[in-house]
């Protein structure tokens, strides 16, 4: 019979074994190249936006191109255009009203093309390593900028399911070290081999105005091969 010592040991060891440095940066890159072969979606969106005591649901479509371009056509229960060609982003009223969002909402939707900005402007370094309901392995990274000045949250923490590479949590912390934003990605749907985020939560938790989340669910997912959809 193994003694108590063996298992503590196995656990410290190999479960729990700390993460290099260039092990880190590949495991991001490669989250980054395995959710960018996707290519462009199409589908139906549910936003659930919970703001204080105001809620409302929104539903419409959308097409989706990596790496951050997309269209959002709300329907219900108003109608509106949202359009990210990369640089800009702006956002079509149903009275022909066009307002510009560029550099206001960094993830809002389709969180799935953060992963290069983090590698440009973080440095990673190993956290922790474990199990958590749902998740036999998860890798938890903490990132800290390589310029201060040039970004809003010092410090992120990043959940990842290093088996399947996928993000599960993202947590960011402003100067003072408060929470101010988390990330669930929920469930996720498995597209040509590749899960891709289908149902993901945004919160902001200590936020005076806006505190609050952002429910969000993608359905009937396709992917775009010359401008028609594909299952």
Not at 22 to 29: G, K, M, P, Q
């Amino acid at each position: 019979m193994k003694s108590e010592l063996f298992y503590i040991l196995f656990y410290v060891l190999v479960l729990n074994c700390p993460v290099l440095a260039e092990d880190v940066t590949e495991l991001i890159r490669g989250l980054e190249e395995r959710y960018n072969q996707v290519g462009c979606l199409s589908g139906r969106i549910k936003r659930v936006v919970s703001i204080q005591e105001e809620r409302a649901e929104i539903y419409g479509n959308f097409n989706y191109c990596r790496p951050d371009s997309f269209v959002i056509n709300y329907l219900i229960p108003f109608k509106k255009r949202i359009v990210s060609n990369g640089d800009s982003m702006s956002i079509t009223l149903s009275d022909s009203t066009n307002v510009d969002l560029t550099g206001k909402f960094p993830m809002l939707d389709f969180n799935w093309k953060m992963f290069r900005p983090l590698l440009d402007e973080y440095n990673f370094s190993y956290r922790w390593r474990g199990e958590i309901e749902g998740y036999s392995d998860v890798i938890v990274l903490e990132g800290g900028p390589n310029k201060l000045e040039e970004v809003e949250l010092p410090r992120i923490l990043l959940w990842l399911d290093p088996n399947n590479q996928r993000l599960l949590r993202f947590e960011g912390y402003n100067r003072k070290d408060a929470c101010v934003l988390i990330l669930t990605n929920n469930q996720f749907t498995k597209i040509d081999g590749r899960y891709i985020p289908s149902d993901y939560t945004i919160y902001f938790p200590v936020a005076e105005k806006e505190k609050g989340e952002i429910h969000t669910i993608l359905s009937n997912l396709s992917v775009l091969q010359n401008g028609e959809p594909t299952r």
